[in-house]
């Protein structure tokens, strides 16, 4: 559909639990807007929305889908989200560039999990929402304790404008323009009736409280309630736009999307009263707030891009400001580089239809940029408008990946490339110290969908397991060992011989009376580990401007690799205090290997311990489950540092090793009904108890013999 004027356009996403039915009002609101002929099912792997054969296997929204629809004379783009929490990113992406937020819930099993989190989503975005209940016309649906429970968990602003008028009807009441419609079997228009009396003292008392919830949002509207004791119909609808854009006031639609029931009125109140982009305001990083004027200098912003088969590379867009057409020359504000824009298309999920232009506050896709990735602002050249970036939720899922098939690791590094570039929570680092390759999501199913992708659009089929842990080895007190390295087989012969004294490096140096420090040198090591090198060489019987850089050599060699359990070690003083060279002999090597051994004498003398990485971890749960996580913390050697209430959450900050908290968001998400969510960060290394430490020298030994 052609649009002129971002007056025309609404950009709604449908948000909500996984099952409330997101894709099939997608469905309904295509077939009764007349987009498609024929209504799809999901267990048919049918609809416009779940059109990837991942989402058809598993009858599942995975990823968020663009669709379109025309009514009256709007246009109105439709992202339809998925509701299982791994795929958050989706649902937040699609929420930043919607315009009104459809909270798509089952009538028959009220507020759950994913309308709570992806409330959360909302309150950042600051999004205008609307809550519709699905399921209307099943009997067990009990629209108004889920009307309580909506005010209960998200406040007073749920504004009823619909209630069906019994249990297992096609028949709605509509508050705000206080009339009832009938929808026939079979039919997407309503017949327009008197309100039944039995309905009719509830709806006169909705209308009143919608009318006067709607004057409370405007001082103005106010003032003409009370001098006339009523509102227009515009006066109605411009008031609740303005409450949708303040987030005052969420107006509560009930449907049943399989039946058609209330798609048509729910199409009707978009139109007219949703908020057009034209009506807020898009904030930038670099100066004053964006209005969608077509006119403007064109500014497009990526939320998302995917690779499609047989077509490439999309880049979803929203056209912030001005009008994008094919055959500009934009600047990626990222990158610097000029991106030519050729076909723009509409889409209705896996269809797509080309057109010669999107205006601003419009949705929609461009292929074949050369380097534009999500989060990506395309500007006019000299323009340094840049739209703020999506914050994405931090991985929480971690799995060590490699190929089943030896030597695709270049084809696995590729897939890892356009996964991750194409799903930004989607995060992989190479560890080289361990040799190991990480691949780390949400949770354990999008992990599950990020391989099924490597398998199917990189051709690399690769295999999961539990990461290694990148342990430190120290030492607990200062010793000395003393190595001579001699050979002597025929020809130039190798000789030194080197004393050594190795302690924890943790301030100032406290020698010992017998040694006199010469010189210093730090080495940061590339495991993030400092080592101090003292000269203490007095005398000559060392020539320390020849060897001292052969010393450090051999001593960082054995670090990489410590005596312990091969792990690298952490900070250490090394103090180079006698020893001997040979006027023939001594060579760079000899002095290498010779303090290569000398060191892990040192070290064993020295209280060797292992080191453990420990993160610092954020727990968000409702109440309820607050002695449930604790008591499991504490069987993973966690300490709880404190417990901040905020509203109905609890947030627990404890600091847990990192080894104990491998597929910890499963677990959560059993021990509190998929309610708790968890952010870690790496804090700090600690010593390791000695019965584990006993356990992980063994487990590595094991591992590094093939045993």
């Not at 190595?483 to 004393?499: M, N, P, T």
Request: with cysteine; net charge negative.
């Amino acid at each position: 559909m052609t649009v002129s004027d971002p007056q025309q356009i609404r950009n709604v996403a449908l948000v909500g639990h996984q099952g409330s039915g997101k894709t099939a009002l997608t469905e309904a609101i295509l077939y009764t807007s007349g987009a498609i002929s024929r209504v799809g099912t999901v267990s048919d792997g049918t609809t416009q929305s779940d059109h990837h054969e991942s989402e058809k296997e598993r009858q599942m929204s995975i990823f968020s889908t663009l669709l379109h629809a025309a009514w009256d004379d709007k246009k109105i783009n439709i992202l339809d989200t998925p509701g299982y929490p791994d795929f958050a990113s989706e649902v937040i992406a699609s929420m930043r560039v919607a315009d009104t937020a459809l909270y798509v819930m089952d009538a028959r099993s009220g507020v759950e999990v994913g309308t709570e989190m992806a409330w959360s989503y909302g309150e950042q975005t600051e999004t205008p929402s609307l809550f519709v209940l699905n399921h209307i016309d099943q009997a067990s649906a009990d629209f108004r304790s889920i009307v309580d429970e909506i005010e209960d968990r998200f406040g007073r602003g749920a504004a009823v404008v619909q209630l069906p008028a019994g249990e297992g009807t096609r028949t709605l009441v509509d508050v705000l323009r206080m009339r009832q419609l009938y929808y026939p079997e079979g039919e997407t228009e309503p017949e327009v009736q008197p309100i039944d009396n039995a309905f009719e003292d509830e709806a006169r008392e909705l209308h009143e409280t919608l009318v006067e919830d709607i004057a409370a949002s405007d001082d103005t509207l106010m003032e003409t309630y009370f001098e006339q004791g009523e509102l227009t119909d515009d006066q109605m609808r411009n008031g609740l736009r303005k409450a949708m854009i303040d987030r005052q006031l969420y107006p509560v639609f009930v449907t049943s999307a399989t039946e058609m029931v209330g798609v048509s009125r729910l199409l009707d109140f978009i139109g007219s009263v949703c908020p057009s982009p034209a009506s807020r305001r898009v904030k930038t990083e670099s100066g004053p707030n964006l209005t969608a004027d077509p006119d403007d200098a064109p500014v497009a912003f990526v939320y998302r891009t995917m690779a499609q088969e047989h077509v490439g590379e999309y880049s979803y867009v929203r056209v912030v400001d001005g009008t994008l057409q094919s055959g500009q020359d934009l600047e990626n504000a990222r990158t610097g580089a000029t991106e030519r824009i050729g076909q723009i298309y509409e889409l209705n999920g896996e269809a797509r239809n080309h057109v010669p232009r999107l205006i601003a506050g419009d949705l929609g896709a461009l292929v074949k940029l050369e380097d534009t990735n999500t989060n990506d602002t395309l500007r006019v050249p000299d323009s340094d408008v840049v739209i703020p970036s999506i914050q994405f939720p931090d991985p929480r899922y971690r799995m060590a990946v490699q190929p089943v098939q030896e030597g695709q690791e270049d084809k696995l590094a590729r897939g890892l490339h356009q996964i991750t570039d194409e799903d930004p929570s989607l995060v992989f680092h190479h560890d080289a110290l361990l040799n190991q390759l990480t691949l780390s999501g949400v949770g354990e199913m999008h992990l599950q969908i990020a391989k099924a992708r490597l398998e199917r659009e990189a051709g690399v089929e690769v295999t999961f397991m539990e990461p290694r842990i990148s342990y430190r080895e120290a030492i607990q007190h200062r010793a000395t060992a003393e190595y001579r390295h001699k050979k002597q087989s025929g020809g130039a012969g190798e000789f030194a011989d080197i004393s050594m004294l190795v302690e924890p490096y943790d301030g100032e140096f406290d020698p010992p009376d017998a040694i006199d420090v010469r010189g210093e040198d730090v080495v940061e090591t590339e495991w993030g580990a400092e080592i101090h090198f003292i000269d203490a060489i007095v005398g000559g019987i060392i020539d320390m401007n020849t060897f001292f850089s052969s010393i450090k050599k051999g001593v960082l060699n054995t670090m990489k690799e410590g005596p312990v359990a091969g792990f690298p070690v952490g900070n250490v003083r090394v103090v180079i205090y006698d020893g001997g060279m040979h006027p023939v002999d001594s060579n760079e090597a000899a002095f290498k290997r010779a303090a290569f051994q000398c060191f892990r004498r040192a070290f064993q003398e020295a209280g060797p311990v292992l080191l453990e990485p420990i993160h610092e971890v954020l727990i968000t749960t409702p109440d309820d489950y607050t002695g449930d996580i604790i008591s499991d913390l504490n069987t993973r050697r966690g300490r709880v540092q404190g417990i901040d209430t905020q509203g109905p959450l609890q947030k627990i900050s404890a600091e847990v090793p990192e080894a104990e908290l491998h597929q910890y968001s499963t677990t959560l998400r059993s021990l509190t009904q998929g309610r708790g969510l968890h952010h870690t960060k790496f804090s700090h290394y600690a010593e390791l108890p000695g019965h584990v430490q006993a356990e992980v020298v063994e487990t590595t030994a094991a591992a590094t013999s093939g045993g």
